[in-house]
């Protein structure tokens, strides 16, 4: 696997795991295609990030800071799988 | 030598505002909503001309029914909430509940990590002979600084004062603590205005945030999203901390009371932390958020309703505004 599919795939495991937790079926099977921000209010958003960064720092063994508030437009990358895999990619 | 917590009490004041009440308020809201995450349905509130020095006063005579005033010789007060820029609101109290004037007294100001700060600190003066009982008295009356129209912080907070003493006779055994401080995050938990930097300002403009909370520079802010990126990455590494430092591992601790900051935070916390629903509490409904009061009152229910038993091993851990953090193992 690529860099690109191994940060799909821990993505996929935290919203599984998000799913569980807090009830969101959508989570269950994700896709490229799933919807995050509108089952997430801000405090899901950050917990998504926390457990993210986690996997990212076990996976590559290096850091990265998902949760940037100060960044213009931030949320826009937790529209979907797709778009927070591209933002991860590209920290 | 031994230092030992040796006994927990704790008062709120007698107004209280509950959900309805705010609901009222805020009809274009959804407070059961928020309540149902947060996990704070009523809390109390001081009066208008009811300070953290009348709060403390009341929580300390509680704890006296129990312990002679006679015996302490230090009072450490935390507070955020403060009568006066000075004298310190330590030094009101000594008066109004007669100890002895050859008693030390300081306030200190921290927050959510109040508790384990002065804890740290009393058995600091126990340990090198400077004091035999300390009384510790948590006064915190957020709710004068927060803003009548921000109700995502009106909705946590709860005023409240609790009151510890902390002696050198064996009871519950004070442990070893870490403690940590990230100043950068000074600006995601404050009260702008007020201050020498910063003058009260009565003309200060009114913002509305995106969730239509009110607020002025006068008044408190919590970028609460921040505030639990911190807590959420912080903590879990702070309890490891502390259990290397007092030599005992995750299983061989018995309980584990954090800092009762909101439900949502303190289940996220234990999930990272993999506890299991008996190893950790969390019973702020009826009172919200009390700051630094709040590990201390879930110490004093704890042992009340027999949750924690004489020789548990109970891991204290406090964290919040500064941002600051303290961790201790306290044995009951």
């Known amino acids: 696997m690529n860099k690109t599919e191994q940060i799909r795939e821990i993505v996929f495991e935290s919203l599984k795991k998000l799913g569980a937790e807090e009830e969101i079926g959508d989570f269950a099977n994700p896709s490229m295609d799933t919807r995050i921000r509108k089952h997430l209010d801000s405090m899901g958003v950050v917990a998504l990030a926390v457990d993210l960064e986690e996997l990212y720092e076990d996976l590559f063994d290096s850091s990265v800071k998902i949760l940037n508030e100060e960044e213009a437009n931030f949320m826009s990358n937790f529209e979907t799988a797709e778009t927070l895999v591209k933002y991860i990619d590209g920290l | 030598m031994g230092v030992y917590i040796k006994n927990v009490a704790y008062y709120l004041p007698e107004v209280t505002v509950s959900n309805e009440d705010l609901q009222s308020e805020f009809k274009d809201r959804d407070v059961g909503k928020m309540a149902n995450k947060i996990g704070v349905f009523r809390r109390h509130v001081a009066g208008p001309d009811e300070t953290a020095l009348d709060l403390a006063e009341k929580a300390a005579k509680k704890l006296f029914e129990e312990n002679d005033k006679d015996d302490i010789d230090f009072v450490i007060l935390c507070t955020q909430s403060p009568d006066y820029y000075l004298p310190t609101t ?71 004062a609790s009151a510890i003493l902390v002696s050198h006779t064996q009871t519950m055994q004070v442990g070893n603590f870490v403690l940590g401080t990230d100043g950068e995050g000074a600006n995601n938990l404050i009260v702008p205005n007020g201050g020498l930097r910063n003058r009260f300002d009565s ?112 891991l204290l851990c406090g964290f919040g505004v500064g941002y600051s953090w303290g961790s201790v193992v306290v044995e009951i």
């Open chain 2, 90 to 160: 330590a030094c009101i109290l000594q008066h109004r509940l007669g100890i002895s004037k050859n008693a030390g007294a300081i306030d200190i100001n921290q927050g959510c990590s109040g508790f384990v700060y002065s804890l740290s600190l009393a058995k600091g003066l126990v340990e090198a002979g400077v004091s035999k009982n300390v009384l510790l008295v948590m006064a915190e009356t957020y709710s004068k600084h927060i803003n009548e129209g921000d109700l995502g912080n009106r909705i946590i907070f709860g005023d409240a």
């Open chain 2, 203 to 314: 003309a200060c403009e009114v913002t509305t945030d995106q969730r239509n909370d009110r607020r002025t520079d006068n008044d408190l802010f919590m970028n609460g999203s921040e505030i639990f990126y911190f807590a959420g990455k912080q903590i879990p590494s702070v309890v490891e901390q502390t259990l290397a430092a007092n030599n005992l591992t995750k299983g061989e601790v018995d309980f584990y009371l954090f800092h009762q900051a909101n439900k949502y935070m303190i289940d996220f916390l234990a999930k990272r932390l993999k506890l299991s629903a008996d190893q950790y509490y969390f019973d702020i409904e009826d009172i919200g958020n009390t700051v630094s009061s709040t590990i201390p009152i879930a110490l004093k229910r704890c042992l009340d309703k027999g949750i924690i038993q004489k020789g548990d091993k109970v």
